[in-house]
């Protein structure tokens, strides 16, 4: 599947709103082997339909789609 990376609940690029775990957990693998590039990040993933895009396989260009972005937690109070 293809990847999408997203702050603060963006949803440009799919409106897929789901994962596959084996999804997940290549992502994490590839933060652990590569903490220069997922170090103090945070984001939003998805993964498109499997009949949309092509597979991820640089999780360098992934990352680095983001253009410096981090998730801002600061934007609402949960009460």
């Known amino acids: 599947r293809e990847l999408v990376l997203g702050v603060d609940d963006s949803m440009e690029g799919t409106e897929s709103r789901t994962v596959p775990r084996e ?4 992502v994490m693998l590839q933060a652990i082997k ?15 339909p499997t009949e949309d895009g092509s597979p991820t396989t640089d999780f360098r260009a992934l990352v680095e789609s983001l253009g410096g972005k981090n ?8 009460l």
């Open 23 to 26: 999804d997940v957990a290549e």
């Open 34 to 48: 590569n903490p220069d590039l997922y170090g103090n990040r945070s984001f939003d993933l998805r993964a498109k």
């Open 71 to 78: 998730c801002d937690y600061s934007l609402g109070e949960i």
